[in-house]
């Protein structure tokens, strides 16, 4: 998976289209992201030990990978990720600029 914990990332498809937010959590393994303030649903909890009162609760649900794509703040436009080998280790790079994204 390209996308990591931290970044910031655009929403390409579904109701949240265009909007930006920092990825929280990846779920590799399902292949989805969980993105700050998107993809937010409302969820009916019945009163437990978890939470004393009952009621609906807004939570954000991950996101598939593939309906994301990096967020280039120094240029202000999406661009997609390339990984080059340098010195023996593994960098991700910017498609658009060429710029190491990890440091």
């Known amino acids: 998976m390209k996308i990591k914990k931290g970044d910031k990332v655009k929403i390409l498809t579904g109701k949240d289209k265009g909007k930006t937010g920092t990825v929280l959590m990846t779920l590799k393994e399902r292949g989805k992201v969980l993105v700050e303030g998107i993809n ?25 990978v593939s309906n994301v794509m990096y967020f280039d703040e120094k240029n202000k436009q999406t661009t997609r990720i390339g990984f080059k080998v340098s010195d023996g280790k593994k960098y ?5 600029s060429g710029e190491i994204l990890d440091k």
């Open 40 to 64: 937010i649903v409302k969820k009916h909890v019945k009163p437990g030990t978890i939470s004393k009162e009952g009621g609906i609760v807004s939570i954000e649900k991950p996101v598939d």
């Open 92 to 96: 991700r790079i910017s498609k658009r």
